[in-house]
């Protein structure tokens, strides 16, 4: 996708990249009743929908929602426990074992 039909991919470099502009927070005393906008991306060249926020709990997560979905994750993937490191655009490691994903967030050209 990246690369053709109006598109290019930037590799995200921070999680601030993939904030969800319309997130709920626990303590919302008003939450917004509209789904999170997420944001398209590749993960690991597969397509996925990523977005950062606290999707009305009490702390920030990452969710990937694959279509299709992935063969090892399923529909999707969210964890607390994430970072996208500096020297390393794009790779953002989760968990406590070591793992990565590559995060490549598709821009659409008209939109610049």
């Known amino acids: 996708m990246c690369g053709h ?4 991919c930037q590799k995200s470099r921070t999680e601030q990249n993939l904030v969800i502009e319309n997130d709920n ?3 919302d005393e008003s939450p917004n009743q509209e789904p999170p906008l997420m944001h398209d991306v590749l993960v690991d060249g597969e397509p996925a929908k990523a977005g950062v926020g606290s999707f009305g709990g009490y702390s920030t997560r990452i969710v990937l929602v694959f279509d299709p979905p ?3 994750f399923g529909k999707e993937f969210a964890t607390k426990y994430f970072m996208f490191e500096d020297d390393e655009p794009g790779v ?6 070591g793992r990565s994903f590559l995060v490549e ?3 659409s050209e008209d939109s610049s």
């Open 105 to 107: 967030k598709i821009i």
């Open 5 to 8: 039909y109006g598109f290019s």
């Open 70 to 72: 992935h063969a090892e």
């Open 92 to 97: 953002m490691k989760w968990g406590h074992d």
């Open 25 to 27: 927070h626990g303590f």
